[in-house]
């Protein structure tokens, strides 16, 4: 059985597609993750929040294994991502061990990362074809399904430069489904947007979420954390401060940083 069919009779197979223990990441000197713990359940709409340079980007690139952890472990759909066990050792992999790992999770940046030189549905139809094997045509019937399912059925001959900010990361939000991801990883989604085009971007992302997606999503679209989010995460200086119902965190915030933080917004 193919994991697209696994997918479809069991939707939800790890209790917590997410598992992150005493993770540390530091570049050099620079501590930008200090010993974090958190375990994202299935299903669950996780909002990470807090200023610019906090180490949000970086804890979402480990758990894709676009940085490796300094220290600390990060189990995704119950693989040490980056690493296979043999016996009580953690042994690196790379190649196509790491992408089949990789697949686990869809990541959409705050710059979309198209590829520029390919149309909305040869950007689509990419992974699927290289990392997961899957044939020409049924990448393409299933990339033409995903293009419908973000709005844009009728573009799917269109180049990146031909479609707007908000039209380009929904190509972006297909492309992270079109492997069948456990997980999606959603990196300031909206933040690189004319404001008109948010709205469309978060439309999308609701949708998926009510489909019963596990996702975490750094923003900071408050709005969007409250009225989506199952819990709201807020970081600051490579820790986790504070973390609750969205709530709890945002309408009551406990700790003094998270005040001062959404005093912004206000
Ligand atoms: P955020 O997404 O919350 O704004 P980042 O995770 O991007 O924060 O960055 C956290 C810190 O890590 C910053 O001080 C940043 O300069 C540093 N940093 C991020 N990536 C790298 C890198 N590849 N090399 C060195 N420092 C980095
Ligand atoms: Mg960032």
């Not at 869809?106 to 899957?134: C, D, R, W």
């Not at 033409?144 to 908000?166: C, F, K, M, T």
């Not at 004319?194 to 971007?201: K, R």
């Amino acid at each position: 059985m193919n994991s697209a069919m696994q997918n479809q009779s069991n939707p939800k197979p790890y209790k917590y597609p997410v598992e992150i223990s005493n993770l540390v990441k530091a570049f050099g000197e620079n501590v930008v993750l200090n010993d974090i713990s958190l375990n994202v359940p299935s299903g669950e709409v996780l909002a990470i929040i807090g200023p610019s340079g906090s180490g949000k980007s970086t804890l979402l690139r480990c758990i894709n294994h676009l940085e490796k952890p300094t220290g600390g472990t990060i189990k995704v759909c119950g693989e040490y991502i980056g690493y296979r066990r043999k016996g009580n050792v953690l042994r690196g992999i790379g190649g196509k061990d790491l992408a089949r790992q990789r697949a686990h999770t869809g990541m959409v940046f705050q710059h979309f990362n198209l590829y520029a030189h390919k149309t909305a549905l040869e950007n689509i139809i990419e992974s699927p074809i290289h990392v997961k094997g899957v044939d020409v045509e049924t990448a393409k019937a299933r990339a033409r399904v995903l293009l419908g399912r973000v709005g844009l059925a009728e573009r799917a001959d269109a180049y990146p430069a031909q479609l707007s900010g908000g039209q380009q990361q929904r190509v972006a939000i297909a492309r992270a489904l079109a492997t069948d991801p456990d997980v999606m990883l959603f990196d300031e989604p909206t933040s690189a947007l004319d404001p008109e085009l948010v709205g469309e971007v978060l439309t999308v992302m609701r949708e998926i979420a009510e489909s019963g997606m596990t996702m975490i999503v750094v923003t900071h679209e408050i709005q969007f954390a409250h009225d989506v989010c199952d819990r709201v995460v807020f970081m600051a200086d490579g820790g986790l401060v504070e973390e609750g119902t969205p709530r709890d965190v945002l309408d009551n915030p406990q700790a003094e940083r998270t005040r001062l933080f959404l005093g912004r917004f206000n």
